[in-house]
């Protein structure tokens, strides 16, 4: 059974949505705070490491348990249910959703698919990557001249990339002696960057990819594999490449040899594989005890998102608070702001799991929806992106609700740094939230001894109206499984929202028209004829061609 199909603009909590929206819109989050006396406590949740602080939205109570009794009208609990029990709620491709199965130690566990036990393969191939990275931890794992392995590149893209890499530069501080590496774009500047300081003896490469047929892996696999042709023979190359896919026969075309092709299954979508061999190269970067932690982390999310009440469940609330500014406030984007620079390459991962997810139009019917779905997902480092980004979010037209994402304690331990860091995280939600009123920017010219005139000519360029709003989620440190919590978190958050959106978060149909085109304008640069293409398009392809 697939996941039912609604239309979330009929249900009777979107209506009274509509109403509650008409009467608070103009009301503050301040004014929410005056006349909520509990708001604090009844929009935050605590769970495990994590506080998550919600307090600081432009939601009523009110506003926020009808949001709640959405979730339930849509059905949510039970798509719950068929999310977690693999049934085939990817429908498009016939597929189950069990990325929440790669983390699962639960021994109990008794999801099968095509009468396959899930869990025994998901420990086996757990097992195989324990065993691997063990072997190049150990110097057991060595190159064609002998020589043990150092450095480890990762060839992939988008899922089969961004979340090991995301991963990987996150626990940089956990890293063990071996070097990680990743090539993802087609353009050979990448990966001959990339290789450019590595030796090919003590390299050794992963291929990456669900399908083994995506252009860019392949080429960047061909790539490199004359790189190691031109220092050592054929009959060695074995020695330096691993695959996962779930394509072994195109894996061992390609020359990987079957021992060393992990495998990956139908039933991960490529953006949420990395928990599985996926993330081999997480387990090489990071050791297998603390790749286990971090599935653990994830598995500690997923528990609660599985067995908490709706008013307490951290994915569904935030998933919520995102519909309620997608299509009541109309905001078209959110922002992701973490105050580590460990986790700077977050917002890429996420961009890539929301957009490729809920970047949908067609309902659930097979219908074109007449609301707004997924939102356009961005960010970058505080500090950094205050001296970037932030004049928009604090005085720009736009309405941009945005995660602010910190740590009470810091890897390294300098205090003094992480105060530094910390004062500015809590700052800018503050600031954020208040605004600077008239009052206030009048008092401040004044001390600095400016003219009324000065002052009223300064003062409307000087006012913050504040109101904006902003998520809390603050750990106590960042860990293997606190990121594991962290990014399962979001994974729900997105799965809540295609549930409530009527729309299949698991396929990605859009992107197969530009590949497809690549593929054609790469057969018309061997005719010259661009006849068939757009006049605009046909004429950058002359030009390209002649220069
Ligand atoms: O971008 C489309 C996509 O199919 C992603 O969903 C996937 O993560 C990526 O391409 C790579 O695919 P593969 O792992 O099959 O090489």
Known sequence: MALASINPTKLTAWNKLKSLFEKEKSNTILHHFKNEPNRVDDFSVQFDELLVDFSKHRISKKTLDTLIELAKEAGLQKAIQDYFEGTPINKTEERAVLHTALRNFDKKSNIKIDGKPVYTSVMQTLQQIEKFSDALHHGNWKGYSGKPITDVVNIGIGGSDLGPNMVVDALKYYHTQINTHFVSNVDGDHVLESIKHLNPETTLCLVVSKSFTTQETLNNANT?????????????????????????HKANEFGIASENIF?????????????????????CAVGFKNFKALLEGAEAMDEHFKTTDFSEN????????????????????????PYTQYLQKLASYLQQASMESNGKSVDRFGKNVNYQTGSIVWGEPGTNSQHAFFQLMHQGTKLIPADFIGFKNSL???????????ANFFAQTEALLKGKSIEEVTQELKAQGKTQNQILALLPFKVFEGN???????????????LGMLIAMYEHKIFVQGVIWNIYSYDQWGVELGKQLANAILDDFKTKDYSKHDASTARLLDIYQKS
């Open 314 to 337: 951290i994915p569904t609330i935030i998933a919520l608070i995102g519909i309620w500014y997608t299509n009541f406030y109309e905001a078209e984007s959110e922002a992701i702001i």
């Open 412 to 422: 390294h331990g300098n205090e003094k740094h992480h105060d530094l860091l910390m």
């Open 263 to 283: 495998p990956m299954w139908d039933w991960v979508g490529g953006r949420f594989s990395l928990w599985s061999a996926a993330g081999l190269s997480i387990a």
């Open 224 to 248: 490199i594999r004359s790189w190691f042709l031109k220092h050592t023979t054929q009959d060695q190359i074995h020695k330096h490449f691993a695959a996962v896919s779930a394509n072994v």
């Open 468 to 482: 904006r709003p902003t998520t809390t989620i603050l750990g106590k440190k960042l860990s293997p499984r606190s």
